[in-house]
């Protein structure tokens, strides 16, 4: 059911309060298989594709004077049809509700948590201090492709939110089998020919001024992609053919 109070999240706009329990004063460290599995199907009851699991850095810690490093990243996938819908600011609003819905549910996952004796608290979806996208890296469960884009194995039209919190045994994962997915992009580079704002500079960084995802839902770089075209599973093979 959709909280109608729930005003959304907002650049440089705090992180809306819609916790309905409190941190525990002395939050527990530790979680059960059997707690884990049931957020996972907390997760799933709302449409997400999955959950992965990060470390903060040291500095990171340092400056957000936070004591926990864990996040817990959920991942969904925004529709196809909408993706493929044509750029236009209705697009983009579109996009944005569809973030939001997905988004109110964070706060039903930190508070389950929460009553079970863990600290948890959202990570701002858009605070330009967060550098989500390396948070998702640590998690090796995704890589930033060529356009700039965080790839998980589901898709390349994903979104995530993410928790912080004081469970330290989270099953975090050491290695990262994406990684080949960056020698595949440097074979390719379709999406930087055919920005339709040329929003890429010279050393391929996108200048986001350029870009008009935000504010015309944009998809362009997604759409042509092979990841979206055909599936990662199906580059995977034909990227294992190419090097036999
Ligand atoms: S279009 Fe090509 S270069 Fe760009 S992200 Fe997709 S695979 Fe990588
Ligand atoms: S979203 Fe559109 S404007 Fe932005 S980088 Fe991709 S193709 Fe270019």
Redesign the pocket.
Known sequence: MINMDFKGFRYHKPLPNFYKTDNPLTPKREISDDLLLKLDNLAKKYNFTGISYSKLSDDFKKDFNIDFDNVIIFRFLMKNELIKMESSPEKSKLMDMEFQVYGIHIYEFADFLRENGFQADLLHPFDDDLSLKSIAMQSGDCII???N?C?FKEG?HNGFFMIHTSIDNLPFKNENDMLW?KD??ST?????ERCPNDAFDYEENLLRKFCTAHREGCSE?IL????FKRGYDK?KRRYDGMKK
Request: net charge positive; charged share 5%; glycine share 4%.
């Open positions: 492709t060529r356009s884009i790839l390349l997915v595949f992009c390719c580079g379709v999406c930087i770089c042509i992609c092979p990841f580059v």
